[in-house]
Nanobody, 122 residues
Framework: VQLVEAGGGSVQAGGSLRLSCAVSGDTYNRKCMGWFRQAPGKERDGVATAYTTGGGTYYADSVKGRFTMSQDTAGNTVYLQMNSLKPDDTAMYYC????????????????WGQGTQVTVSS
């Protein structure tokens, strides 16, 4: 499975960005997709996860009501719509795929993209 993120950039607080993740390769066995982020000097945290076949999306408390994760009908592109951005959202954002059941924010994911940088200024 190959994952390529895009859509990062610099934005002022209160602004919006939409990240995308192009998925290719062995897409049939994917069970769960996720977005994660890592700020400098901090651990990587789960932002949002969702089953590829529907069944709910899970969000970190810090982004609930502001971020929305979605997938296209073919399941080849995953999105993260980020609204009302805050300086604390500044981080490298990663897309990830999991081949096993279980789609929680702390699950172990099997494939990762290279990341896209999001910078939010005050």
């Amino acid at each position: 499975v190959q994952l390529v993120e895009a859509g990062g950039g610099s934005v002022q607080a209160g602004g919006s960005l939409r990240l995308s993740c192009a998925v290719s390769g062995d897409t049939y066995n994917r069970k769960c997709m996720g977005w994660f982020r890592q700020a400098p000097g901090k651990e990587r945290d789960g932002v949002a996860t969702a089953y590829t076949t529907g069944g709910g999306t899970y969000y970190a408390d810090s982004v609930k009501g502001r971020f929305t994760m979605s997938q296209d009908t073919a399941g080849n592109t995953v999105y993260l719509q980020m609204n009302s951005l805050k300086p604390d959202d500044t981080a490298m954002y990663y897309c990830a795929a999991r081949l096993r059941v279980g789609c929680y924010l702390t699950a172990v994911f099997d494939y990762w993209g290279q990341g896209t940088q999001v910078t939010v200024s005050s």
